[in-house]
């Protein structure tokens, strides 16, 4: 059980193009589900939090207006990276919390921007 | 901050011996402490995590200590394997359905 899965696992776009990256959990309802993003050889930086029916929370330094998150369901959350540069180029990942239990990664989703 | 280019710390462990890796974390007010290992393209992967009111808690090959007092937390792996090898993190929170906060990471390398 606790499986999260993200879609793509790998997407390559031009630069200002928008990509939506969607985070599920398929046998659980997540209460909760996190953004992260992981730059080469460094740790996870937490980019937000996301309740269903509500806005998310960002973390200090990320613009809300560039990535955009929607948590429309208990199984389902996006984010939408707007107008990507190159510099947005990252290793995305999506974790899911059940009521109050741990939190559960997706395989992540890897970012190219040319 | 954490600077580009920054290369993960790396631990050499021979095949069979037991690792212990290490954690300094941050936030004297965190309650809940969880280690994670993270294959390479994969995404991190629970392995045991352990609450601020124990020191101590075992789980199948693996031990996690919390030293309060220090702020120091480790992750000790039993007669390690070749899968061992990954990246492995520690992570702080408030509470398990809270967010957490992950450390630096430390890349454990296993020797044939």
């Known amino acids: 059980g606790a499986v999260v899965s993200q879609h793509p696992s790998r997407v390559i776009c031009k630069s200002g193009t928008s990509v939506k990256i969607e985070c599920r959990s398929l046998?659980?309802?997540?209460?909760?589900m996190f953004w992260y993003r992981q730059f080469p050889k460094q740790s996870l930086m937490l980019m937000a939090t996301?309740?269903?029916?509500?806005?998310?929370?960002?973390e200090q330094g990320v613009e809300k207006d560039k990535f955009l998150i929607n948590h429309a369901s208990l199984t389902l959350s996006t984010l939408t990276v707007t107008s990507a540069h190159p510099e947005d180029s990252s290793f995305y990942i999506c974790?899911?919390?059940?009521?109050?239990?741990?939190?559960?990664f997706g395989p992540g989703t890897r970012l190219l921007v040319l | 901050g954490e600077s580009v280019g920054l290369h993960l710390p790396t631990l050499s462990v021979q095949e069979g011996d037991n690792s212990i890796i290490n954690c300094a974390y941050s936030?004297?007010?965190?309650?809940?402490f969880i280690w994670y290992k993270q294959e390479s393209g994969k995404g991190p992967q629970f392995i045991i995590d352990?609450?601020?009111?124990?020191d101590k808690r075992q789980g199948q090959r693996v031990t996690v200590l919390l030293n309060k007092t220090v702020k120091h937390l480790s992750l000790q792996i039993a007669a390690t394997q070749p899968g061992d090898s990954a990246v492995y993190f520690c992570a702080e929170g408030a509470n398990r359905d809270d967010k957490i906060i992950f450390g630096k990471g430390t890349r454990l390398h296993i020797l044939p």
């Open positions: 936030n004297s007010a965190s309650d809940y």
């Open positions: 974790s899911a919390v059940q009521g109050r239990e741990t939190q559960y």
């Open positions: 046998d659980f309802q997540a209460t909760t």
């Open positions: 352990i609450r601020s009111n124990m």
């Open positions: 996301s309740n269903e029916g509500s806005k998310a929370t960002y």
